[in-house]
């Protein structure tokens, strides 16, 4: 059970910002909220995580529902790199992935 | 930094026959490193979590006798897969947590290895 529900694709066209949400109504109070992404054939790369608080970093925004359940991943710039899975998982160190988002970006 | 490699990437074996996947942390310790498998066109299970030192934890519906692992050093895990089967073909992905700060909750995932046993 991902305890996720994330919609199975998106697209986007090439260097428009991205949102990627991601609906987890059962979440606890000591769950984070990880995200990562897929390309065919590889390992998951991490992508960013949280609690309760938006974050940023290099690679994407977080936004954090203040009821914390829901959450929106934003790639503020897609490239066609960012084509890939994007796994919404709450727990801690532990994970425990869902189907995904298959994001296709449009050059 | 935060590398993960896997070796072999790929692996092709004979039904019977053992195979060992390594797992490394090129820039980091990690006391806890987890296996996933992936079978086609469908998410990652989660296999077990290997604790440095200790004996794995495995979830529920895997064989710990057919899947060994070892977490012999900070760095390094290894699985087995003893007597593989053709069902047992799939891409095996390992992933390390860092041993402290705010980083534990990051995991940083090798970059798989592909089984085929025939």
């Known amino acids: 059970d991902a305890k996720t529900t994330q919609p199975n694709s998106m697209e986007s066209n090439e260097e428009e910002p991205v949102h990627l949400p991601c609906n987890h109504s059962?979440?606890?109070?000591?769950?984070?909220i990880h995200w990562y992404r897929q390309l065919p054939s590889q390992g998951p790369e991490y992508v960013i995580h949280g609690l309760t608080s938006n974050v940023n970093n290099r690679m994407a925004s977080l936004a954090i529902a203040e009821d914390r359940k829901s959450s929106t991943l934003i790639l503020h710039r897609a490239t066609l790199r960012d084509a890939a899975v994007y796994y919404c998982i709450r727990g801690s160190y532990q994970l425990t992935f869902g189907k995904g988002t298959k994001l296709s970006v449009i050059p | 930094g935060a590398v993960v490699s896997q070796h072999p990437s790929w692996v092709i074996c004979k039904s019977g026959t053992s195979v060992k996947i390594e797992c490394r942390s090129l820039?980091?310790?990690?006391?806890?490193m987890f296996w996933y498998r992936q079978f086609p066109k469908q998410s990652l299970m989660l296999m077990a979590t290997?604790?440095?030192?200790?004996?794995?934890?495995?979830e529920q519906g895997v064989e710990k006798d057919k899947f060994l692992i070892n977490h012999a050093s900070l760095t390094l895990s290894t699985l087995t897969v003893t007597s593989a089967h053709p069902e047992d073909s799939s891409f095996y992905i390992c992933?390390?947590?860092?041993?402290?700060?705010?980083?534990?909750?990051?995991?940083?995932f090798g970059p798989g290895t592909r089984l085929t046993v025939t």
């Open positions: 992933s390390a947590s860092p041993l402290s700060g705010r980083s534990t909750y990051e995991q940083y």
């Open positions: 059962t979440i606890s109070g000591t769950d984070y």
């Open positions: 820039d980091f310790q990690a006391t806890t």
């Open positions: 290997s604790n440095e030192g200790s004996k794995a934890t495995y």
